[in-house]
């Protein structure tokens, strides 16, 4: 399992809202795909994957104010061909 933490997107951020999921669990991510829209005070932002996987679960709902650092999701490694 990889967590993926809520960046800091600006110096002194200490929060963000999550305005939407732009990724639905069970769906294959690859690293730069994006992920989550999230609100500062002074920025909208989409957030990338920083790795490949399958979001497998998703920890803090669009409306939601998450503190920097916070896992907002988990996504597990690609399955492997057999």
């Given at each position: 399992?990889?967590?993926?933490?809520?960046?800091?997107?600006?110096?002194?951020q200490?929060?963000?809202?999550?305005?939407r999921?732009?990724k639905?669990?069970?769906?294959?991510?690859?690293?730069?795909?994006?992920?989550?829209?999230v609100?500062?005070?002074?920025?909208?932002?989409?957030l990338?994957?920083?790795?490949?996987?399958?979001?497998?679960?998703v920890?803090?709902?669009?409306?939601?104010?998450?503190?920097?650092?916070r896992?907002?999701?988990?996504?597990?490694?690609?399955?492997?061909?057999?």
């Amino acid at each position: 399992m990889m967590d993926f933490a809520l960046p800091s997107l600006a110096a002194g951020q200490r929060e963000a809202v999550i305005t939407r999921w732009l990724k639905q669990p069970g769906e294959v991510v690859q690293t730069g795909d994006a992920l989550v829209e999230v609100e500062t005070e002074k920025v909208n932002s989409e957030l990338e994957s920083p790795f490949d996987g399958v979001l497998s679960e998703v920890l803090a709902e669009a409306g939601e104010s998450v503190a920097v650092g916070r896992v907002i999701a988990r996504l597990s490694p690609l399955p492997t061909p057999d």
